[in-house]
């Protein structure tokens, strides 16, 4: 398939479509990616196909993942993830896999993906790599059923974060991006890495009111009094509520955020999650409708810490 109407949400619903029709009330919540690869080539998305091979292991340095057509035969497809990958960074490499399959193999008979998640990334000005995450993203976690099992958002914990990461058998850091992309919430999502600003992710909403985390020129480090500089907490999976303006500069004084921290084992890893109070959108500034917020591209596993705010 290469129309340019296909979208990855839409590939990734009329695939999550056909596979509730395929199971009827024994839906599993975590997706099917074995039901739907063996499906595939039965349907439109697989035309001229007759057959995906079982995806296989390859122990190869800076391997995450490969799609590649059988040059005997290209009626037949191949799918190969890293070997020693956990099983959560291995179903979003097979869906993300499924995802050229399914948008792109028209533009080559070979991907292969590193562990950035992303090769020459760009076709004809498309970037392929980056709607293969999308479809992978939209596939494992649906937004309605996400949205249900979130319930009452101003609930949210990451012990519910990390509840419905298991659900879908997704990594914690996958579903978290997700939620990002879901919630009503003002809310960012940050990954520190070595102590160090790696990205930020922001809502919809926090986007409408220019909630963003202040940044310095040099490297940006946490901020001295949050739960993310502070080493002797490694989880903080209710949170904190803290002043909005400790990481925000544009928050008002009297605006309140909650913080939450999650320290991955080798602790050279930490997310947090800020959870802002609402705030009116700010009509005369539409420059955030330019902004992007990424798909859930990053798939580390869980840890199991036990040091807790």
């Known amino acids: 398939m290469t129309d340019a109407t296909l979208t990855p949400s839409i590939a990734a619903s009329t695939a999550l479509k056909w596979l509730r029709l395929w199971h009827g009330a024994t839906m599993p919540e975590a997706t099917d990616l074995d039901v739907?690869?063996?499906?595939?080539p039965e349907t439109p998305y697989g035309k001229g196909v007759r057959e995906i091979k079982a995806p296989r292991p390859l122990d190869i340095s800076s391997f995450e993942g490969s799609?590649?057509?059988?040059?005997?035969?290209?009626?037949?497809?191949?799918?190969?993830?890293k070997e020693h990958a956990t099983p959560e960074?291995?179903?979003?490499?097979?869906?993300?896999?499924?995802?050229?399959?399914?948008?792109?193999?028209a533009l080559q008979s070979r991907f292969e993906c590193d562990n950035g998640g992303?090769?020459?990334?760009?076709?004809?000005?498309?970037?392929?790599e980056r709607e293969a995450n999308e479809f992978a993203s939209?596939?494992?976690?649906p937004m309605d059923l996400l949205r249900r099992?979130?319930?009452?958002?101003?609930?949210?914990?990451?012990?519910?974060l990390?509840?419905?990461?298991?659900?879908?058998?997704?990594?914690?850091e996958a579903l978290c991006l997700r939620f990002i992309e879901a919630t009503d919430q003002r809310a960012i999502l940050i990954h520190w890495d070595q102590g160090f600003l790696k990205y930020q992710r922001a809502s919809r909403n926090a986007l409408k009111t220019r909630a963003r985390v202040r940044q310095s020129d040099s490297a940006q480090e946490p901020f001295a009094g949050t739960l993310a500089a502070d080493a002797s907490v490694l989880q903080c999976f209710d949170g904190v509520e803290c002043s909005a303006a400790i990481w925000c500069a544009e928050e008002g004084a009297h605006m309140k955020l909650r913080?939450?921290?999650?320290?991955?084992?080798?602790?050279?890893?930490?997310?947090?999650?800020?959870?802002?109070?609402?705030?009116?959108?700010?009509?005369?500034?539409?420059?955030?409708?330019?902004?992007?917020?990424?798909?859930?591209?990053?798939?580390?596993?869980?840890?199991?810490?036990?040091?807790?705010?």
């Open 36 to 40: 739907l690869r063996q499906m595939l």
């Open 67 to 81: 799609l590649v057509r059988n040059p005997e035969d290209p009626t037949e497809w191949g799918i190969f993830y």
């Open 89 to 105: 960074r291995s179903r979003f490499t097979i869906a993300h896999e499924l995802g050229h399959f399914i948008l792109h193999r």
């Open 118 to 128: 992303v090769t020459s990334g760009q076709f004809d000005g498309r970037n392929i």
């Open 138 to 141: 939209n596939l494992l976690m």
């Open 149 to 160: 099992l979130l319930g009452d958002q101003r609930k949210v914990t990451l012990h519910l």
């Open 162 to 172: 990390s509840d419905i990461a298991r659900t879908f058998e997704v990594s914690f």
């Open 259 to 309: 913080e939450f921290k999650h320290s991955y084992t080798d602790r050279d890893r930490v997310i947090t999650l800020l959870l802002l109070e609402g705030a009116e959108p700010r009509d005369w500034d539409e420059s955030w409708k330019d902004e992007h917020v990424p798909d859930a591209s990053d798939q580390f596993g869980i840890s199991d810490q036990r040091f807790y705010c």
